[in-house]
């Protein structure tokens, strides 16, 4: 269902706007402005500029950031379009223009100040500064290198080089992981390549690239002990993750395995098969069967495969009761029943922290090969003396 909007409602959406917009861009103000593309930001922000410099600030006083270098331009554009404007219009029309922009009709002075700002604002050493947050940095660090901790007369990488160098630093990584097979780094490809078998090496490790500011984060925080000594920081992010999803700190894959070929003692697998296998219906049969090939099983690797088709659906989630011991076994074998259903349960959450563990080692290990690549890419950039945009 869709409604069409009423002249009356245009009419006043747009009145609420513009007041919405004089107050933004009144520079009394303090505002924060959110709104899609195209509803008028730039155009709100250009007038806050304009007010404010008729208002008697100075325009070198005045700082403009943008994300990106178009936005930059298309604000410093506007703003000089309007001041030159207001140099070569007539009284009348420069009048109308003021009163447009503050809401009420302009004094003397402030008509006087309008002609001028286009002059002011042109001989405005370093020009009327609307740059990118990026620029500002820049330039905020090359004034103040030693205070930032930053080598003077540092160069800034525009994005190929940058990329030219980490595609060396990753180079360079793998090259020493694959001469090392038995070393951490080693070690670690070698997890990473197992677990992008669905995915290419090149873009897990792009994927994990792509957030470096989090990664370096994580591992300069979790490097260090309360007492300022370095540590590895791997071995408490992987507390951290057990902790998260669950998972003993002495839990291993064997310690695990073994639970889970233990958990249902052979003999008690052999009864639960052969009272199921008597049962008439095909839930229990179905049990019954998967218990049965468990109890011949050779290996616990082969014991595990049974059982979890036995006891758990193909997503790996317990089977639900529904799916499992029917009410006629349970009211004719309880204790039996509650045996199966509570081996069922801790099944699922040994196999939950299988998959957890798994999931922990295949990510520490391509932090640790993340780590590696930006510590090198950092050699990279400090043996230029050069920053990149992440940096500022």
């Known amino acids: 269902m869709s409604t069409q909007a009423s002249g009356e409602d245009i009419e006043r959406i747009t009145r609420e706007t513009t007041q919405a917009q004089a107050l933004a861009a009144d520079p009394v ?9 195209g509803t008028g930001k730039t155009h ?25 270098k178009a ?15 207001w140099v070569t219009k007539s009284a009348d029309e420069l009048e109308s223009a003021l009163h447009d922009l ?30 990118t947050i990026h620029a500002f940095a820049e330039r905020l660090l090359q004034r103040f290198p030693l205070e930032a901790g930053v080598t003077p007369g540092f160069e800034i990488l525009d994005d190929v080089i940058a990329r030219q160098l980490l595609r060396e630093a990753t180079d360079d990584t793998l090259r020493v992981a694959t001469g090392e097979p038995e070393a951490p780094l080693g070690i670690a490809l070698k997890t990473v390549i ?71 003692p052979p003999a008690q697998t052999t009864r639960a098969a052969e ?33 979890t088709s036995a006891l758990l659906t193909k997503d790996g989630n317990a089977r639900s009761d529904r799916q499992f011991v029917t009410a006629g076994v349970r009211s004719a074998e309880p204790g039996l029943a509650d045996m199966l259903r509570n081996a069922r349960d801790r099944f699922a959450e040994l196999t939950s922290q299988h998959t957890a563990l798994a999931a922990i080692e295949a990510t520490l290990a391509l932090m640790r090969l993340t780590d590696a690549v930006l510590t090198r890419y950092q050699r990279l950039k400090a043996g230029r003396a050069a920053l990149d945009f992440d940096d500022l």
């Open 29 to 37: 103000n303090s505002v924060w402005v959110s709104a899609n593309a």
């Open 44 to 68: 709100v922000l250009t007038r806050r500029v304009l007010r404010l410099m008729l208002d008697g600030t100075p325009p070198e006083r005045i700082l403009c950031l943008t994300y990106t």
């Open 71 to 85: 936005a930059a331009a298309e604000m410093s554009t506007r703003v000089f379009r309007e001041l030159g404007f």
């Open 102 to 131: 503050i809401g009420r009709a302009a004094t003397k002075a402030e008509t006087a100040r309008a002609r001028t700002l286009f002059a002011r604002a042109i001989e405005t050493p370093g020009g009327l500064k609307v740059q």
């Open 194 to 264: 197992a677990f992008a078998a669905d995915d290419s090496f090149d873009n897990v490790l792009r994927s994990a690239l792509d957030n470096k500011a989090w990664i370096e984060h994580v591992v300069t925080n979790y490097g260090h002990k309360p007492d300022g000594r370095l540590h590895d920081p791997f071995a408490a992010i992987e507390q951290l993750y057990r902790r998260a999803f669950s998972v003993p700190r002495e839990a291993t894959y064997d310690t695990i395995d073994s639970e889970r070929a233990t958990l249902i």
């Open 275 to 307: 009272v199921l296998a008597g049962s008439d219906k095909p839930t229990d049969n179905r049990l019954g069967s998967a218990l049965a090939l468990a109890a011949r099983a050779t290996s616990d690797a082969e014991r595990i495969g049974y059982l």
